[in-house]
């Protein structure tokens, strides 16, 4: 068997893909040649990826949907089995963290806002879930597919102040091993579900935790940095290989698996 990390021709359909990281991850996958469906709550926001894409060549439709809506998420599967014909990759990027649901100085556990907790509760794990229901029927029907989840360091051991979003990511690892095994058991043994745990990017979900408004480090910050062996932030970049990898042929016996990207963070106990 050659070794193949092949993944053109293919259909990925990428949800939160107006975003920092899932549009990166578009741009890249369209780059090696797959056609791409993006997913977002703003369509300006994703229609912005598919002119990028497009103008490189790519093959690129933005749809908006809303993952916690399943009404929104089936007419998005029927647009994009109307343009591309069939859905072989769906990678759930869609999900976030929000300041109501982190403690800090001002806002300690006692007092966090539940409606806070549940936001970040359903856009992480119940939006997953929604989407693979959703799309991985018809990764079901072909009996082959892969679905690719966003966790975070906080799906391994819980990170401080972030209450809801460190629970909600242990969740998200917990369905990738679930959603993988359930499909193999029930539907097909070529269907995969892996999950990427990137470490620390800066991006603008987290900015307000790790810098002050004058751009320095946060205690917290200086505290990530310390912990990264490779001693700086990732980029969004870093995270396309593997990604790819785990679409591609290359990655045909990887299941189940939740990959750290992380600079060596989950490696280092910081002595
Ligand atoms: N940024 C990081 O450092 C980091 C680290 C680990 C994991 N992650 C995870 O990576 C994923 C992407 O993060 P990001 O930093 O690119 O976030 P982002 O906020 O830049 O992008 C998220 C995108 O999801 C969209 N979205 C929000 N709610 C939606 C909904 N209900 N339906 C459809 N789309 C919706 C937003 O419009 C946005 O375009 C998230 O799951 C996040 O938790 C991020």
Same mark, same amino acid.
């Given at each position: ?7 053109s ?5 990428i ?10 991850? /578009?741009?890249e996958?369209? #780059? ?10 703003f369509l300006d926001?994703?229609e #912005?990826v598919? *002119? *990028?894409i497009?103008?490189?060549g790519?093959d690129?439709?933005?749809i ?7 009404t929104?998420?089936e *007419? ?14 769906l990678v759930n990027?869609a999900?976030g963290n929000k /300041?109501d649901?982190t403690?800090?100085?001002? #806002?300690?556990f006692?007092?966090l ?15 997953a ?6 799309f991985?029927k ?10 690719i989840?966003i966790?975070s360091m906080?799906s391994?051991?819980p ?5 809801a979003?460190?629970?909600a990511?242990?969740?998200? /690892?917990n ?18 579900v892996?999950?990427i745990a ?7 979900q987290?900015?307000?935790?790790l810098?002050k408004?004058d751009?320095?480090?946060?205690d917290?910050? #200086? ?6 062996p ?7 970049? *870093?995270l396309?290989g593997?990604v ?8 045909s016996f990887v ?9 060596g963070f ?5 002595v």
């Open positions: 068997m050659q070794v193949s990390f092949d993944i021709g293919k259909t990925a359909v949800t939160g893909a107006g975003g920092v990281i899932c549009s990166v991850l /578009a741009k996958m369209a #780059k090696k040649g797959a056609r791409v469906a993006l997913l977002d709550l926001a994703a #912005k598919a *002119e *990028e497009r103008g490189m790519g690129a439709l933005a908006k949907a809303n993952v916690l809506d399943r929104s998420l *007419e998005a599967h029927k647009l994009v089995l109307d343009h591309f014909g069939t859905v072989d990759i990027g999900g /300041a649901a403690t800090s100085k001002d #806002k300690i006692f007092d806002d539940p409606d806070a907790l549940r936001w970040v509760f359903d856009l992480n794990v119940v939006g879930v929604l989407t693979t229901q959703v991985g018809t990764l079901a029907k072909n009996k082959h597919g892969q679905v989840n966790a906080a391994f051991l990170l401080t102040n972030t209450v979003y460190s629970s990511k242990a969740a998200v /690892a369905f990738t091993q679930w959603m993988a095994v359930h499909f193999n058991l029930n539907y097909s043994t070529d269907i995969r892996n999950a990137p470490g620390f990017l800066l991006t603008t987290n900015q307000f935790l810098t408004p751009g320095s480090a946060t917290r910050g #200086k505290a990530v940095i310390a912990k990264t490779m001693g700086r932030y990732g980029d969004p970049v *870093e396309a593997a790819i990898w785990l679409c591609s042929p290359a990655a299941n189940g698996a939740v990959i750290p990207i992380d600079g989950s490696a280092y106990w910081g």
